[in-house]
């Protein structure tokens, strides 16, 4: 019996299964690039999803999209509670192996179509599949809101939010598999930690982060099971909130989340490789926030509607690229009708300018002679904004 254990051995280690995470078998190759799943507002177009693989390749019919539920006042606790059945044997991976999923929405009473905002913005490599979602309001933000979705993959426009554990593995249906305890629903006899038996354990696990929120209801501590878990405000609800075990747990000290993705082609479970935030502004211009966001390179980032469908830049790129365009010269301020912008070798693809209320009053796409033409503002504070491929940076000019 030696001899076959030994080739089984070596087939394992040669599909780079060989490893485990927290008693799930663990491979290379397919990757989380992009969630919106908890977006500002209810419209069920506002989601995005966005999974990175090989280039051009078919997608396997057993690649799974999952959340695992770990909020503790939900009656699915430690349970697998949606699942997107992300191939059918036709589908690939785009020619940057990105493939997103975007959802729109027809109101089955009026005929009223809400298109998604972020198709027209995908970068023409990726590919993207269209959910076509009907139902009785688009921002009723529930599933009881949506009658048909086509394709029927599991997806209807609103996945499960904090707190939950995404994973994306390969293996048979997930359909309410429990990974903590024998059955959903009883509290605290779940220990927070993926169980050594169950349909789990001939999963195939590609990729997984989670968020847990600070709602902590019913006594129940918040729990998360993925290999990367962050923490809303950890230093003050630690107590409340569980990881599995092996899991690397990060406190994220602001408000809860509206965007989770991984940093360039990164593929391990530090804030080197993921970065998180809460958002502003409305789909498809989100903005991360000033204090909000991890790592500290994407604080008031403004770049993402630059890169859906697309690999997102990494702390490095920004930190750099950023420092760059804080080195530019913006003369004269005050200014009378133009203002002349200086100072970088970098390409300036575009300048705004909003008043401090937030309404921008002026874009434009091209320069003359470096400057921008202010003539017609009135007189008073501005903020211009100066974008350059998926960094930004504002600064505040008066107009006299």
């Known amino acids: 019996m030696k001899q076959p254990l030994l080739f089984a051995l070596l087939l394992v280690t040669a599909m780079g299964f060989a490893q485990t995470f927290s008693n799930i078998p663990t491979g290379t190759g397919y990757y989380?690039?992009?969630?919106?799943?908890?977006?500002?507002?209810?419209?069920?177009?506002?989601?995005?999803?966005e999974v990175r693989g090989p280039a051009n390749q078919v997608i396997p019919d057993d690649l799974w999209?999952?959340?695992?539920?770990?909020?503790?006042n939900a009656s699915n606790y430690g349970k697998v509670t949606q699942e997107i059945q992300l191939g059918d044997g036709t589908r690939t991976f785009g020619a940057n192996g990105i493939f997103a999923i975007v959802c729109n929405y027809t109101d089955e009473n009026t005929n009223e179509v809400t298109m998604n905002p972020y198709s027209a913005l995908m970068?023409?490599?990726a590919t993207v599949l269209t959910i076509e979602l009907t139902g009785n309001n688009v921002t009723g933000g529930s599933s009881s809101n949506v009658s048909s979705q086509t394709p029927d993959i599991g997806y209807n426009g609103n996945f499960a939010d904090a707190s939950g554990s995404y994973?994306?593995?390969r293996g048979t249906d997930p359909d309410g598999v429990a990974v903590d305890g024998p059955e959903s629903g009883e509290g605290l006899a779940f220990d927070g930690n993926i169980d050594a038996t169950g349909d789990h354990t001939s999963w195939i696990l590609y990729d997984s982060v989670a968020y847990l929120d600070d709602d902590v209801e019913?006594?129940?501590p918040e729990r998360g099971y993925a290999q990367v878990?962050?923490?809303?405000?950890?230093?003050v609800n630690g107590a409340d909130q569980t990881a599995t075990a092996g899991a690397t747990v990060i406190d994220f000290p602001g408000s809860d989340p509206h965007i989770i993705m991984r940093q360039?082609?990164?593929t391990g479970y530090t804030t080197s490789d993921w970065a998180i935030g809460d958002t502003s502004g409305s789909a498809p211009d989100w903005e991360l926030d000033d204090e909000d966001a991890l790592p500290a390179a994407f604080l008031g980032w403004a770049g993402i509607n630059t890169v859906y469908g697309a690999l997102n830049p990494t702390a490095e790129t920004l930190s750099t690229e950023q420092f760059n365009l804080n080195t530019l010269s913006v003369y004269p301020n005050p200014a009378d009708d133009h203002i002349t912008i200086k100072g970088t070798d970098q390409t300036i693809d575009s300048v705004e300018i909003f008043s401090i209320l937030g309404k921008r009053?002026?874009?434009t796409t091209s320069l003359m002679n470096d400057a921008v033409d202010v003539s017609e503002l009135t007189s008073g504070v501005y903020l211009l904004k100066i974008n350059s491929g998926v960094n930004s940076v504002t600064k505040r000019i008066i107009i006299e």
């Open 32 to 49: 989380i690039n992009k969630l919106i799943v908890s977006p500002n507002g209810s419209d069920l177009t506002k989601e995005l999803i």
């Open 65 to 72: 999209l999952l959340v695992i539920d770990g909020d503790g």
């Open 123 to 125: 970068d023409p490599d």
């Open 167 to 169: 994973m994306l593995i």
């Open 218 to 220: 019913n006594g129940l």
């Open 229 to 235: 878990v962050f923490a809303q405000d950890m230093a």
């Open 264 to 266: 360039g082609t990164n």
């Open 361 to 363: 009053v002026l874009k």
